[in-house]
């Protein structure tokens, strides 16, 4: 079944006077459980993408469907609403509150989810999140008192605390040692295959583009090739 | 998201940089601290000032006896014979609004001391409340007496310029002056009181009981009367008279006991010629003036159609001053404490600014992980009223001991004020809303994936 289906989506900018068009129509469908890499080099709209499928911007036109629900066109509270309970993001330079403690920076999406969980079920909550990424015995710890692999896990733990089906990772590993990086795209293969979680990675390294089941390539705003494994290839729409 | 959630999140926001926070509120501090102190001390001085204002006889009522006419002629206000002692001891018993009241007599008459003689502007038979009344005080010896009264003991207080007239640079206590050729032991010196508001010298006075004046000096207890009108009525009839001769030559051969008891003169009781009370405050005047009215048109027995006959006076003029003076103190403050707070408002909104500007990146996350952009706007403004309510405890609990310093080291009166302190409160909490709203609203606005890239 599909989790995200994008309809000839197009996105201009308009500069005062002219248009600058990014996306040129792309048409796409991500299954459910699946873990899609998204390759581009900078430039090619790969980023305008992402924000796209985060609900974070709105494409010009085209249509799209997340989860049975075409999302181009509500308004920001909705899309706010559906980034809480639908989308968990993970970015490269982890974006964590600083001074504040693990487990707080894992919580604080459940501040905007509708108020019925009490600060101690959220903090519960955060805090088997924390046990599941592996820092049980980092729940008090502040970001600058933790590693960079420790931040993206951090990161990762508050990206699924509202179970979100899908999760968007960019540049997950761009600021990790190749070490931490193995074991974060490894994470990553776990959660999706034991959690079903569709994973969205956004990178432009072919080696993390290869712990991917399919990878997408982008230039200069449309879909170049999407080789999907699983089912016989979709012929992707140009334009 | 539930506001204690927020306001939680606010203060654990703030404590992440206590230094900036502290110096944030220092603004609002320094302003609900001075509104505070100023508050406090000023409404001190303004309850002093109108103590003062008070003792100069702003809620002094004078209470005259209406007039007569004989023959056409009329004696003006006051010469009308019928405001008894009883009266202005019913006022002082009946009338709530009436903190005290004193009868007066006067005269004016020669006092002499040795080779030397004065004509003071004033000699008063009262009772000891006229000091309370007109806000007098004794310089040294004593007080009037009840005893005094009853006896109309021969004893006198002097006013600062009679005394220094008659006695230079002594001191007049239990010395003898005379008056009207009637010695009278002197009890007590007044303390100088200087110019009343029409420019008469108030220490120029001798008080002494009024049944002494009345029934030892008095022959014509008439000052106020028109002296042409020279008529028998102002022989008082006292029996006491006859031991101190008032010097006024009988027109009548004196009766003899005999002719006395044949023609009884009716009973009569002794006048006096005003009465001073005092309101319990400028503001009870009103009710005063009321309450007297009643009880003495009910004591004169006066028809509901007939006018009185007698009339009452306040101090309007200077009731208005001191309201004036007052308002006018009030408005000074709120002007200082207006000024104060808005600048400290500016301090926080520029605060706020800087604070949304670095924390663009933490925006643009909340938002990403769901936060709407009025749960954006309404955790800054939760900081900033916060960060504004910190600042207004701490501004109220310095202003109120600066204040209490004050009165501890330079003895100002200070009064504590509620109201002062929940306004300061309230308005500490408006300006937090006030100049937090913009910042804020700029924080709402952030576009996301622009606030997630900014560096």
Redesign the interface.
């Known amino acids: 079944m599909e989790l995200i289906t994008l309809k000839n989506i197009c996105k201009t900018y308009n500069l005062g006077d002219i248009d600058v068009p990014v996306l040129k129509g792309v048409s796409l469908d991500i299954m459910n459980g699946e873990m899609v890499a998204l390759m581009g080099a900078s430039g090619s709209g790969k980023s305008t993408l992402m924000n796209i499928l985060g609900c974070l911007d709105r494409p010009t036109s085209g249509e799209y469907w997340l989860d049975g629900e075409e999302v181009s066109r509500i308004s920001s509270d909705r899309r706010a609403l559906i980034r809480n309970h639908k989308i968990g993001f993970v970015f490269q330079n982890f974006n964590l509150l600083p001074r504040t403690s693990a487990v707080d920076n894992v919580a604080m999406p459940l501040a905007y989810t509708a108020g019925h969980l009490s600060s101690r079920e959220a903090r519960k909550r955060a805090e088997a999140m924390l046990e599941k990424v592996g820092l049980a015995d980092r729940m008090e710890h502040v970001p600058s008192q933790l590693s960079g692999g420790q931040q993206q896990r951090v990161a990762i733990a508050r990206a699924l605390i509202n179970h979100p089906p899908v999760l968007f990772a960019d540049e997950p590993t761009g600021n990790l040692d190749s070490h931490t990086s193995a074991e974060v795209l490894k994470m990553f293969q776990d959660l999706n295959r034991t959690e079903n979680i569709t994973i969205i990675l956004v990178t432009h390294d072919a080696h993390v583009a290869g712990h991917a089941q399919r990878v997408i390539h982008i230039s200069d705003g449309l879909i170049n090739d999407g080789v999907y494994c699983a089912a016989p290839p979709v012929e992707e729409d140009v334009r | 998201?539930?506001l204690y959630?927020v306001v939680k999140?606010a203060l654990?926001t703030l404590l992440?940089n206590p230094m900036r926070a502290m110096l944030t509120a220092l603004g609002i501090v320094i302003g609900v601290g001075s509104v505070i102190a100023m508050m406090e001390i000023g409404s001190g001085s303004s309850e002093a000032l109108k103590k003062s204002i008070s003792n100069m006889g702003a809620n002094m009522l004078m209470i005259f006896p209406g007039m007569t006419s004989t023959g056409g002629v009329s004696g003006g206000m006051g010469s009308a014979q019928n405001l008894s002692p009883e009266d202005c001891e019913a006022i002082i018993r009946e009338c709530p609004a009436v903190r005290t009241a004193a009868p007066t007599v006067r005269v004016r008459v020669q006092v002499v001391r040795g080779n030397r003689n004065w004509v003071p502007n004033q000699v008063q038979g009262t009772t000891s409340a006229y000091l309370d009344v007109r806000g007098n005080t004794i310089e040294e010896g004593s007080p009037i007496s009840e005893r005094d009264i009853l006896n109309c003991n021969r004893v006198c207080l002097l006013g600062k310029t009679v005394a220094r007239e008659l006695f230079g640079d002594e001191s007049p206590v239990n010395q003898e002056v005379r008056i009207k050729s009637i010695t009278f032991r002197v009890i007590g010196v007044l303390a100088a009181k200087g110019a009343n508001m029409m420019g008469m010298d108030q220490d120029d006075i001798i008080l002494a009981p009024w049944t002494t004046v009345k029934y030892r000096i008095a022959g014509s207890s008439m000052t106020t009367a028109n002296q042409s009108q020279s008529s028998s009525t102002s022989s008082t009839g006292s029996t006491r008279g006859v031991l101190y001769p008032s010097g006024s030559t009988s027109l009548y051969p004196e009766k003899s006991s005999t002719q006395t008891a044949n023609t009884p003169l009716t009973m009569r009781f002794a006048t006096v010629d005003m009465i001073l009370a005092s309101a319990v405050s400028p503001e009870a005047i009103p009710d005063a003036i009321k309450q007297i009215t009643a009880l003495l048109r009910e004591r004169h027995r006066l028809h509901p159609q007939a006018e009185d006959d007698f009339s009452i006076r306040d101090m309007t003029e200077m009731t208005n001053t001191l309201s004036s003076t007052t308002k006018l103190m009030t408005n000074l403050l709120l002007c200082v404490a207006m000024i104060s707070l808005v600048v400290g408002g500016v301090g926080i909104m520029n605060i706020m600014l800087v604070s949304v500007t670095e924390r663009t990146?933490?925006i643009?996350?909340?938002?990403?992980?769901?936060?709407?952009?009025?749960?954006i706007l309404l955790q800054f403004l939760v900081e900033s009223i916060v960060l504004c309510l910190v600042g207004g405890i701490i501004g109220i609990m310095l202003g109120h001991g600066g204040a209490i310093l004050v009165a501890l080291m330079l003895g100002w009166p200070v009064s504590t004020s509620i109201p002062a302190i929940v306004a300061a409160f309230m308005v500490s909490a408006a300006v937090g809303i006030i100049f937090g709203y913009y910042p804020a609203w700029k924080a709402s606005r952030l576009d996301?994936?622009e606030a997630?890239r900014y560096e």
């Open positions: 998201m539930k959630v999140n654990r992440r990146r933490e643009g996350l909340r938002m990403a992980v769901g936060a709407r952009s009025r749960d996301p994936i997630l």
